[in-house]
């Protein structure tokens, strides 16, 4: 608990650059959402490339926020001031991915249950759970309607539902990456000098 307390201000700069993005990713959407396609295919394509678009982007803040957090550990830890922490990037992203992953979580327990017992509530519940989640992290819902068919089937809500558990870890990944060539002083990107 002492990490969150001690980087709870990155954690959030994480979290709001994902609220960020994603209302950007509706926004974008909802233009999308407006003009007419020949087909359904081509509709989901183009909602895919949306979403990669935005993926990068947010891939791309979060890159910055995680690189500046090992600059200035460096800074610390080369002065004896702080300890090594290596997988400090990673848990920042793990804190700030915590609602989607639990979104996510919650959505998965209810469609399995309710495709184990038929039980309706356990559908309605999934239902508001889901929309929940597809509002939080709409800028994987491109990519994850271009991977799942188009269907209202509970078994497709299902593999959704465990994309949506799968695809946060990739900003996980980002920021460990990052945090590392920050703490490294090197750059994937050249500054300005």
Not at 33 to 61: H, M, R
Request: glycine fraction near 8%.
């Amino acid at each position: 608990m002492s990490f969150f307390k001690n980087n709870s201000y990155d954690i959030v700069r994480l979290w709001i650059n994902q609220i960020g993005i994603a209302i950007f990713t509706l926004m974008l959407y909802t233009a999308v959402g407006f003009v007419e396609f020949d087909n359904d295919t081509t509709a989901v394509a183009v909602k895919a490339g949306v979403s990669v678009f935005c993926i990068a982007f947010y891939f791309f803040l979060i890159y910055n926020v995680c690189w500046e957090c090992g600059a200035k550990d460096k800074i610390r830890i080369d002065g004896g001031k702080q300890g090594a922490t290596p997988l400090r990037g990673a848990l920042m992203s793990l804190f700030a991915n915590l609602p989607n992953f639990v979104l996510a979580g919650l959505c998965l327990i209810f469609v399995l249950v309710y495709l184990l017992s038929s039980l309706g509530g356990f559908y309605t519940a999934f239902g508001v759970v889901n929309l929940i989640l597809r509002f939080h992290s709409s800028l994987y819902l491109g990519v994850i309607q271009a991977v799942t068919p188009i269907a209202d089937v509970p078994v497709d809500f299902l593999v959704e539902s465990a994309l949506y558990l799968i695809l946060p870890l990739l900003s996980v990944l980002v920021s460990h990456i990052a945090y590392t060539l920050g703490s490294r002083e090197k750059r994937l990107f050249a500054s300005k000098k």
